[in-house]
């Protein structure tokens, strides 16, 4: 079976532009969730999603929104770039069941200038 | 809230030894478990999960971990570290969030693994 896949692996944006990455989970799995990645942070949830619906919610600003399409593919946008959205940004799939372990990408380093 | 401590931040040893990462958690219910490794410029690797029955759980590539829930601990363990375990280790707690499932997972600080030959 093949992985999770993360598109791009890296983008470079100018503060105040938009981004969107693309998250494309193993084969079969229905949950989508999403990270940020920073030293000073560390891990944090973004948010999840499972059958195109959004199900939890991590503490960010509404500037990060995600969405998840009938295929189980899901993107993540970032609007208003700041430069503290600098990261690694990981997106992890998942039965999405009552208890499951995810997955993990690659992960899409954004660096904002 | 819930929250996950790993109180040490960079471990080193030498090829063959035996290895043990500390991780602490705090939770409200009865916690869902993982140890996940990360090298460099990669993303997070699966070693094993913790759900329920049995505390000491195998994870791939020889490790294993034990849940206490008096201790309210999750140690990850290794009877001879390998030059290729060198990477981050991150412990992580599963939580509800109010939602349906335990998708959302707080995450450790990480801990630095240094091996020497």
């Known amino acids: 079976k093949a992985g999770v896949t993360q598109t791009p692996r890296y983008l470079i944006k100018t503060r105040g532009q938009q981004v969107t990455l693309s998250c494309s989970p193993i084969?079969?799995?229905?949950?989508v969730s999403w990270y940020q990645q920073t030293p000073g942070q560390g891990l944090q949830f973004l948010f999840e999603y499972f059958s195109e619906t959004q199900r939890n919610k991590g503490n960010f600003p509404g500037r990060f929104s995600g969405r998840q399409f009938s295929n189980s593919r899901s993107e993540m946008n970032v609007s208003t770039l700041e430069l503290g959205d600098s990261a690694l940004y990981l997106c992890?799939?998942?039965?999405?069941?009552?208890?499951?372990?995810?997955?993990f990408g690659p992960g899409t380093r954004l660096t904002v200038t | 809230a819930q929250s996950v401590t790993q109180p040490d931040i960079h471990i080193t040893v030498s090829e063959g030894a035996s290895l043990e990462l500390r991780c602490n958690y705090s939770y409200g219910a009865t916690p869902y478990l993982f140890w996940y490794v990360q090298s460099p410029g990669q993303g997070l690797q699966l070693l094993l999960k913790?759900?329920?029955?049995?505390?000491l759980v195998q994870g791939i590539k020889g490790f294993e971990a034990e849940f206490k829930r008096s201790q309210s601990s999750f140690n990850l363990r290794k009877p001879s570290v390998h030059w290729s375990d060198a990477a981050e280790y991150f412990c992580a707690v599963g939580d509800r969030a109010g939602g349906t499932s335990y998708g959302k997972l707080t995450f450790g600080q990480g801990t630095i693994l240094t091996v020497h030959p």
């Open positions: 084969s079969g799995h229905r949950s």
């Open positions: 913790y759900f329920s029955g049995d505390t």
């Open positions: 992890a799939s998942g039965s999405g069941l009552e208890y499951y372990e995810q997955y």
